[in-house]
Structures are given as structure tokens and as C-alpha cells.
């Protein structure tokens, strides 16, 4: 089973701000926060990871509770190019065969 | 663009049938993952392999296998396939010797199986 729960799917108009919302309540202390997105059955693409503190790179800014227990991707300007599934997970590099388990993730329809 | 490459890109089978996929990994990684994606559903992971071992194996039946070649490429192969093995099949490559190892994944190889 995912270690995630995301919600099915979001709306968000064109040029706003996207806040994708993650739970993950059983995370371990060595375990990262990783985002990816797939769009229409092409492969999924790297967004971010995080373990602890908030991060920021060219696509988007990840904000961590401090308690860890839940995260959420920010995409500061939607396109309608963003519209896709996005995939939050948690994984550790000392988890037996680094399995990454993925769930169903958030289907974001981005709107002009 | 992530450097890792997937082939074929469509390939369709009969029931019984075997099949092979090949996954080329981006430049400086050691590790390969694999995952089959059902239509609607996020992938599921079917084994990883590192340094030409296999690491870890998800719930999945012998009749997949897999290999991982000295320059890091690696195969996939399903035996006897079933109906039900129709799926995208993504693989992923990373340096499992780095502290964070992100995954980064081909475009996938669409398997229809008849």
C-alpha cells in the first residue's frame, strides 16, 4: 500500500497557483519527500524531493510540515501545460530494493 | 529529457508469448528500476537492479525476470504472458551509491497483449 494519501483530483485556473496537498503520517525519519508528474502516459517527470526543510527549484517550491506528517507541492503560475497526474511519495534509500511505492495521485486539470 | 531511453515504444503479443524490453540508463547511474503501469493506476514496482544484481522485487510472479549489463542497460522479461499483463512499462535509473538516489524515467514501452 501507498504510504500517501492525495486527494483524486483538483482544479486550477490558469496563471493561479497550484496546491497539491500530501499526507503522509507514517513517514520515518531517513525517508524523503519526492513529487513527480505524468502527463497522458508518458513517463513520469522529476518535480522535487525534500527531507525536511522547504525547497525551491525552477518548477516548483515543496513545503513540509514540521512535524513531517504532510507536504504540498506549489506550482506558482499553472499553465495549461501543468495538467497532469502528480505523484507524491516517500522512499528511503535504505528501504529493502529502494522500492518506490506509488498510489493513485492527483489528477490537476489546469483551466484557461 | 532525462537520458534514459526505453525500447520499443509499442509492442504487441499474443497470450503465451514472450517478451523483452531494454532500458538504457542515464549517463553516471548504477541502478535500474522497473515498473508496470496498468491503465489508470500509478506504476507498481517490479524488481530494481544494481550493479547488475537484483535489489529488491515487488509482488510480482518468476515469470518476470530481469538483467542488468556492465554498462548499466538493462532487460526486462515476461514469460507466458497473460492479458492482464497489458501495461505501460516504465523503467528508472539512479545512482544508488549517492545519498539521495532520485529516479529519473524513460518515456515506457506500451505492451499490448491479445
Known amino acids: 500500500d501507498a504510504k500517501t494519501t492525495q486527494p483524486t483530483s483538483m482544479d486550477c485556473a490558469e496563471g493561479r497557483a497550484a496546491n497539491l496537498p500530501c499526507n503522509h503520517s507514517t513517514i520515518s525519519g531517513n525517508e524523503y519527500v519526492y513529487w513527480y508528474r505524468q502527463i497522458h502516459s508518458q513517463g513520469p517527470q522529476y518535480i522535487i524531493h525534500g527531507l525536511k526543510n522547504n525547497e525551491t527549484n525552477e518548477m516548483a517550491s515543496l513545503i513540509i510540515t514540521e512535524d513531517r506528517k504532510s507536504s504540498t507541492l506549489i506550482l506558482p503560475h499553472a499553465t495549461l501545460r501543468d495538467t497532469a497526474v502528480y505523484y507524491c511519495?516517500?522512499?528511503?534509500?535504505?528501504?529493502?530494493?529502494?522500492?518506490?511505492?506509488f498510489g493513485a495521485g492527483t489528477r490537476l486539470f489546469v483551466k484557461a | 529529457e532525462t537520458g534514459v531511453t526505453q525500447s520499443p515504444t509499442h509492442l504487441i503479443k499474443t497470450r503465451g508469448q514472450q517478451v523483452t524490453l531494454r532500458c538504457s540508463s542515464q549517463s553516471g547511474h548504477n541502478t535500474v528500476s522497473w515498473y508496470q503501469q496498468a491503465l489508470g493506476q500509478g506504476p507498481q514496482f517490479i524488481f530494481q537492479y544494481y550493479r547488475e544484481e537484483e535489489n529488491g522485487r515487488g509482488n510480482f510472479p518468476p515469470r518476470f525476470s530481469g538483467l542488468q549489463f556492465p554498462n548499466y542497460s538493462s532487460e526486462l522479461n515476461v514469460n507466458a504472458l497473460e492479458l492482464d499483463d497489458s501495461a505501460l512499462y516504465l523503467c528508472?535509473?539512479?545512482?544508488?551509491?549517492?545519498?539521495?538516489?532520485?529516479?529519473?524515467f524513460g518515456p515506457g514501452t506500451r505492451l499490448t497483449v491479445l
Open positions: 511519495i516517500v522512499r528511503s534509500r535504505n528501504t529493502g530494493g529502494f522500492k518506490t511505492i
Open positions: 528508472a535509473s539512479s545512482n544508488r551509491d549517492l545519498v539521495i538516489d532520485t529516479q529519473y
